[in-house]
Each structure stands twice: as C-alpha cells, then as structure tokens.
C-alpha cells in the first residue's frame, strides 16, 4: 500500500480526517461498518513530525469546513495561537497613550500631522495622520501599515507611494493613520530584527511588538474625535499585508481590510516580523486571513510575486469562509499584472472597495488619485531634530518592559483555565481526543489520528492501577531502572514510552530552515505532547489513579505534561535542579515563550492544584 492510500485509510478509521500537504481535508464515512478496528489499529511507519518539515516556502492548501461552527470553534483557537506567539496570550493591560500630535500642514483638500503615542511606557510609536479638509462630523477611519520598503511609511516611487496613498485617503473623507513598522523611520529605539533565545522566551521579537503596536494605532485612531469608530479600515501591502491581516485575525474593530500583495498558499513571510515561535503550528496565512470573514475584504495580488495564483487558489479558498456566513460578496480580488507592489492600479482598487463597502457608495463611482505634493522626508519625520521624549527606553529597557508587562497578569493571576490554557498554547500541545495504538508483544506505539505522530515504547500490564515512567534516554533505559522493577512486583500496569528524539524514537530531522519553530515545536514541546498522548492512552486503558514518573531532564516535561492534563495526575518529578533561569530554559526546556506564560512556577502551581504528591 503506497503513502497517500495508508494515510488516506488512516484518516477514515480514525475520525474522518485526511491530512494532505500540511491541510486537513474533512471527508464523511459511509458504509464502512466492517475492518473499522483495523483500520483504527494502524500507527504510521514514520513519524511526520520528522518527515513533513513545513517552511514559510511549503505550499499550503486551506481546510475544508462544512459547518460555521466547525470554522468558529477554529478561528477561536486559532486566534489564542497568534496572540500566544506574539506573547499577547492573555492580553497585557493598556497603560495610557499619552498622544502627542503637532507640525501641522496644509494641503489642497487634506492635512498632515506627526504622531507619536507611548503604546508601552517609555516606548513610543510613531507615525502621520492624514486628515480630510472641509470636512465635518466623525468620519471613517483607516490605518495604513508598512512593507519592508527602503523608506518605510515615507516610501514614494512608482512602485509604491506611502503618502500618495495617505493624502489621496483623506481626500475622500477618510483620517489615516501610516504608522511606522519596527525599527524603521522614527521608531529607533529598536532595531527591526530581534528575537535571540533568550528573547524568544519571553515571545519578544519584532511580530508580537508590530502587533501590539498596531493594537494600541487602533486604539488611538478610534479615540480620535473626529473619527467614527464604527467604521474603521486597514489597508498595507507586502509586510504591511502580513500586519492587516494579523491585526484582523484578533481584533474585530477594523470593519473593512485590503491586505495587498501577500495572502498567499506559496510563501508566508519572509521576515521576523511575519514569522514569530508558534505561530503557524498547523496552519498558514490562507485560515489566518479567513479570519476576517465575514467582515469585506479585498485581496489584491500580483502576476509578478508570490500571490500569482490568487485568483484561482488562494481567494476561491477563503471565498469558501465567506460562504459559511452567506457573505461571498463581502471578499473580492484584484489581480495586477505588475511585480511585488503597492502601485497605482492596487491603491485604486482599495479606493474602490473601501468607497463601497465603508462609504456605502455605489459599485460604479471611482475615485481619480491626484498627484500630491510630496514632503521633504525629514519634515515628515517626528524626531527629526528633536529628542525622544524624556524616560524613553533604551533596546535593553524596552526588552525588560516587555517582560514586566508579560509577568504581571501571572502574579495577580488565580484562575488556573487561563494558566493552563496559555501553556497549553504556548507549547502547542493537546489532550488528544483518539490515540491509535499498535500492540507487539510487550512494544507498543501511540499515534493521533491526523498528526501521524509515532511514540514507541514498552506496554507492561498488570492491575487497574497505572503508571508512566519517563526517563530521557528511552523506554529500555527506564524498564533497568529500580523503579520500573519496583512497579512491575507491586502489580502495576506501567508504560514506558520513548518520548521525541529520545531512546529509539531518534531520528533525522531538518532543522534547517529560516523560522523553523514558526511551523514546528521544539523537542522538548513535542515530549511534553508525547506525554500527554500517553497518559490519554492510559487513561482509556486503566480508568483509574494514575501516576506519572520523571527522572532528570524527563521530570520538567513530566511537570508540564502534569500541568496541562485535564485529569487528576499523581506526579513523581525532581525538579529542585531547574530554578527556572534562563539559561535553565535554554539548555534544558528550550520552548519560546515559556516564560511568558508562567514558566515552571505556573506549571507547578497547576500541578499543585491536582494534589502532585511530590515536586521537589
């Protein structure tokens, strides 16, 4: 039987899920009454997790949803994923603004001011507003994000004019917001790419400060007086795209989107700011887009760039979201025969969606872009000749703000759903609703349906009561070990297993593509969901108390795995040798973000409230 039969077969026995090219197709059984078992019994030859590597270059293919539910339950969960990678799982709290707007100028029909807002205390965003002239009452508001262009928010060329597009906005009514990316034009207190180690366990790099950024833009453009926070739009081109949709995945206050020149099968981001730990475990940009729906949104993309085959693969996929709402007129596309841009032709076709779908114009009443009079750069810029204001924080200060900010809703936090959702996320793990099992004599290997995970170990029944015994160089090495004989003369059914990469479960594994652990978990997360897949596969077997040992390294992904379990686990891990520094975390339990949420105080607070009988 070749690959795509076994996994096509699989999927029948095991839920009705198929899992092709890194999607996951949902097909309907019928009439499979008899080899069900069987096909249930069936554990892949490999394991996928060393097998399907995916990459920002893996050609993705969008899910199947039938039912609105089954897409709504989705998007929930993917939302708590973006938000978790960014380090924004659960969201920090909103200190003040402080906006400070000033240098005005006039122009034929338009304005322009600089902005700058403190969207973290002592850390400050900035940006220009473009304003209508003559104009009266509230009116609609967009905010304009930024590709990797050499000038950023200042960027004119034919390729693509940042400013035409701002003043040619509030020509027609609009008050735009261009703001700046991380790390470009005014925003120098951080360099645009960021994210070492150490960083990233605390989820600090350029996506998750870009976010939030773009969080607390939004916040200041609703709050403006003269603008109507019922309609607001977004709009930007290339990293700028990856911004409008991130920000439109989590936030529903933005009511009309034009990502341009990015939503694409082919290619999710070629830089730090698109590509955070965690973000695309199981997914890609074609559901993070989708997640707009049924919100209008206009996708425009280009024959000359990544977003070629949008017409007839990527927009009739979302278009598919849209349907489920019964709002397949609220997507459209644009496609431009052009190179990577954000030209006149795209600008135009934005005017054009936005006009109808935030204006409530007429489908045939188009807009002539003029061209303006272009700023001197640096009158555009707002530090241009002037300090930062007094208490801005340097790099360093503003790394530990972060981590201040991300630690304070852990101290005041009581609620143990939201601890163990957060890790949960953070990891990337579940408790797996079906574990396939094959059973050779006293050799056992688990699987999840759809994931195509292969964990070997050692099955040793005995009486009701159940133990799991992990120790990091293997099964084999475990089953020598006193404990292991203790448990087996005392009666006890005990499961060894080889966690990832550990005893015989070794294995190559491409490790070489840029933002690996974007798409892929760590070892040490794929252990901690080994773990997990046992202990559902124990609790199937033996309904009753079930224990859980850990010896050195194994013990940290014991405590976690004990954390996170919907269950009550008594757990048996030293972990008196990991205090929970950063280089603990780097060398023994790399996960990024783990800091962020909560680390192994969270995980031992958790494990306490399931009466851990020992955590040393």
């Given at each position: 039987m070749d690959a795509l039969p076994r996994r096509l077969w699989q999927a029948l026995g095991s839920g009705m899920k198929l899992r092709l090219g890194g999607s996951v197709a949902l097909i309907t059984v019928v009439g499979l009454a008899g080899g069900l078992s069987r096909l249930q019994a069936q554990v892949p030859a490999e394991d996928a997790r060393n097998t399907y590597v995916p990459n920002?270059?893996?050609?993705?293919?969008?899910?199947?949803?039938?039912?609105?539910?089954?897409?709504?339950?989705?998007?929930?969960?993917?939302?708590?994923?973006?938000?978790?990678?960014?380090?924004?799982l659960p969201m920090p709290e909103k200190t003040a603004l402080h906006p400070v707007i000033f240098g005005r100028v006039q122009r034929e029909g338009y304005s322009i001011e600089k902005v700058y807002i403190e969207s973290l205390p002592g850390y400050y965003l900035c940006g220009n507003l473009y304003r209508p002239l003559g104009r009266t009452g509230k009116r609609p508001g967009v905010l304009l994000t930024q590709g990797h262009w050499s000038y950023g928010r200042l960027e004119n060329q034919q390729l693509a004019s940042a400013p035409t597009l701002g003043a040619s906005l509030a020509m027609q009514g609009y008050v735009a917001f261009s703001y700046d990316m991380v790390g470009y034009n005014d925003?120098?207190?951080?360099?645009?790419?960021?994210?070492?180690?150490?960083?990233?366990?605390?989820?600090?790099?350029?996506?998750?400060?870009?976010?939030?950024?773009?969080?607390?833009?939004?916040?200041?453009?609703?709050?403006?007086?003269?603008?109507?926070?019922?309609?607001?739009?977004?709009?930007?081109?290339?990293?700028?795209?990856?911004?409008?949709?991130?920000?439109?995945?989590?936030?529903?206050?933005?009511?009309c989107s034009a990502p341009v020149n990015m939503v694409s099968a082919y290619m999710q981001g070629g830089d730090s700011c698109e590509n955070a730990p965690g973000l695309r475990f199981n997914t890609s940009n074609l559901e993070i887009a989708a997640m707009m729906a049924p919100r209008p949104m206009l996708l425009v993309s280009a024959t000359g760039d990544w977003t070629s085959h949008v017409p007839a693969e990527e927009f009739p996929a979302i278009r598919k979201i849209y349907e489920l709402y019964g709002q397949a007129g609220a997507i459209a596309n644009v496609h431009v025969d052009a190179p990577h841009?954000?030209?006149?032709?795209?600008?135009?076709?934005?005017?054009?969606?936005?006009?109808?779908?935030?204006l409530g114009h007429g489908e045939k009443d188009t807009f002539e872009e003029k061209?303006?009079?272009?700023?001197?750069?640096?009158?555009?810029?707002?530090?241009?000749?002037?300090?930062?204001?007094?208490?801005?924080?340097?790099?360093?200060q503003v790394f530990e703000k972060w981590k201040e900010t991300g630690a304070g809703w852990i101290t005041g936090a009581n609620d143990a759903e939201t601890l163990r959702e957060t890790l949960r996320y953070t990891l990337g793990v579940e408790w797996p609703s079906e574990v396939k099992t094959k059973i050779e004599g006293q050799q056992i290997f688990l699987?999840?349906?759809?994931?195509?995970?292969?964990?070997?170990?050692?099955?040793?029944?005995?009486?009701?009561?159940?133990?799991?015994?992990?120790?990091?160089?293997?099964?084999?090495a475990a089953r020598k070990s006193a404990r292991v004989q203790d448990l087996i003369k005392a009666g006890r059914s005990v499961l060894l297993i080889d966690c990832f990469q550990t005893?015989?479960?070794?294995?190559?594994?491409?490790?070489s593509h840029h933002f690996f652990t974007t798409f892929n978990r760590t070892d040490d997360a794929n252990r901690v969901q080994d773990i997990l897949t046992?202990?559902?596969?124990?609790?199937?077997?033996?309904?009753?108390?079930?224990?859980?040992?850990?010896?050195?390294?194994?013990?940290?992904?014991?405590?976690?795995?004990?954390?996170?379990?919907?269950?009550?686990?008594?757990?048996?891990?030293?972990?008196?040798?990991?205090?929970?520094?950063?280089?603990?975390?780097?060398?023994?339990?790399?996960?990024?973000?783990?800091?962020?949420?909560?680390?192994?105080?969270?995980?031992?607070?958790?494990?306490g409230q399931k009466k851990i009988q020992k955590v040393q």
């Open positions: 920002t270059d893996t050609h993705f293919t969008m899910p199947v949803y039938r039912t609105l539910a089954e897409w709504e339950s989705r998007k929930a969960h993917l939302r708590k994923q973006i938000l978790a990678a960014a380090g924004l925003m120098i207190q951080t360099p645009h790419s960021f994210g070492s180690p150490r960083e990233q366990m605390w989820s600090f790099g350029p996506l998750g400060l870009q976010l939030w950024n773009s969080i607390r833009a939004l916040d200041f453009l609703e709050a403006l007086e003269d603008v109507d926070p019922t309609k607001i739009g977004m709009t930007g081109a290339s990293g700028g795209g990856s911004q409008t949709f991130l920000l439109t995945a989590v936030d529903d206050r933005v009511r841009n954000y030209n006149k032709e795209s600008r135009a076709a934005v005017y054009k969606f936005f006009a109808e779908h935030i061209e303006i009079e272009v700023e001197n750069l640096q009158d555009m810029l707002v530090f241009h000749g002037r300090s930062l204001p007094s208490g801005a924080l340097n790099y360093d699987s999840r349906p759809v994931r195509e995970d292969r964990i070997p170990g050692l099955w040793l029944p005995g009486g009701p009561a159940a133990a799991l015994v992990i120790d990091p160089r293997g099964a084999e005893g015989s479960a070794v294995a190559p594994r491409d490790r046992a202990l559902a596969f124990l609790a199937s077997r033996k309904p009753g108390a079930l224990e859980l040992f850990g010896t050195d390294e194994a013990s940290i992904w014991c405590l976690f795995a004990a954390a996170i379990a919907p269950l009550d686990v008594s757990v048996h891990a030293e972990t008196g040798w990991f205090r929970g520094s950063d280089s603990d975390y780097l060398h023994s339990f790399f996960v990024p973000g783990i800091e962020r949420a909560g680390g192994v105080q969270a995980a031992q607070w958790l494990a």
